[in-house]
């Protein structure tokens, strides 16, 4: 079988006894890599993502340069909604800027469904990266990425990135049918976004929702767990681990565990200690699944005995969580970040075992 021996898929899938402890890093391929830096050189970020040479290249170099167990597929967000026709740039120093943004129904009524036929840049892309990664050593798997329809939804509303999310929330209570038609028709783009990755060889998923932790337990409930349900529901028959994530989100793991029936694997951020998750997550879907996380990225710039004692606590908590465990941090990777640290992390995670 292929990748029958990578130790992510054994993690991902609630083994508990992976040959080594898995690890990678959410935004390995990324700012913090000089060799990054100068590829992406005179291109903007959606321009890079248009081009399957480059997006195999930027996605392959932390496998490369950390010998990470999985890579995840290099991408932004708001891809598909470019994909869809959504008029978006992502600003330097901003972030995703909406060039029309969505307040009313007509607004709506702009943003057609997602088309496959749309997405062959991508799948060009995922084939040309999946064929690489299977020359290293005994193969390693692709993560596919998505951005969830909540924090999609966010920056369609807002026009751009909020801190409060007013006129998102305001939506969502004021006219709750225009909401959640919003929200349905991102699960579409998002699941239609998540599943070519798959078909065309990606062989794990992650739906990130950036945002979703501004929300209450009951309003995520209501008003976002069926849309992420959706989108990931999508890639279901696929037969590939998910994983679902968020920030800002200990009082929703239990929910967001549950969606579609059940989530292979729960990334949880670094607030809230791995066991702890693990046990809110099985509450929520009564059987163990496999966690993901948790080292809190400012330890990436504190001594290493420090931050070598900490990742060891991590990985104490990883195994009491019972139901396998993928190291990773527990936001993303920062733009500063050493990667001669990243490399030590990564060793140190693999000795754990030996």
Not at 194 to 207: D, N, P, T
Not at 236 to 246: A, N, S
Not at 299 to 311: I, K, N, Q, T
Request: proline share 7%; glycine share 10%; aromatic share 6%.
């Amino acid at each position: 079988m292929p990748l029958a021996s990578s130790p992510y898929l054994h993690a991902a899938r609630g083994g508990t006894d992976p040959a080594r402890t898995p690890v990678w890093f959410m935004r390995q391929a990324g700012r913090s890599l000089p060799e990054y830096r100068k590829v992406r050189a005179g291109t903007t970020m959606l321009e890079s993502c248009r081009r399957p040479e480059l997006v195999a290249e930027i996605t392959l170099q932390p496998v490369r340069r950390y010998d990470v167990d999985a890579a995840v597929f290099y991408s932004d967000i708001v891809v598909p909604l470019e994909a869809a026709g959504v008029g978006v740039e992502i600003v330097p120093g901003t972030g995703p800027v909406i060039a029309e943004p969505v307040r009313t129904r007509a607004d709506l009524d702009r943003i057609p469904e997602l088309s496959p036929d749309a997405l062959t840049h991508i799948t060009d892309a995922v084939r040309l990266t999946t064929e690489q990664l299977a020359g290293i050593g005994d193969g390693v798997p692709l993560i596919g990425f998505a951005g969830a329809p909540f924090t999609l939804a966010s920056y369609l509303v807002e026009g751009g990135p909020s801190r409060d999310l007013l006129r998102t929330k305001a939506m969502m209570h004021a006219d709750p049918e225009l909401w959640h038609d919003l929200a349905a028709r991102l699960a579409q783009i998002t699941g239609t976004f998540l599943r070519a990755q798959v078909q065309a060889g990606a062989s794990a998923v992650q739906l990130f929702d950036s945002w979703v932790g501004s929300l209450s337990l009951a309003d995520y409930e209501r008003h976002v767990a069926p849309h992420s349900a959706a989108a990931l529901a999508a890639v279901k028959d696929l037969g590939v681990p998910r994983t679902h994530f968020g920030t800002g989100t200990g009082e929703l793991l239990g929910a967001m565990a549950a969606v579609d029936g059940g989530v292979d694997v729960l990334g949880i951020d670094f607030r809230v200690p791995l066991d702890v998750g693990a046990a809110r997550g099985r509450a929520g879907t009564g059987r163990p699944l496999a966690v993901q996380g948790n080292l809190d990225p400012a330890l990436l710039f504190a001594p290493w005995e420090v931050l070598r004692a900490d990742l060891h606590r991590i990985l104490a908590e990883g195994e009491r969580a019972g139901g396998g465990h993928i190291v990773n941090l527990g936001h993303g990777v920062p733009p500063s970040a050493d990667p001669d640290v990243l490399k030590r992390v990564v060793d140190e995670v693999h000795a754990w075992r030996g």
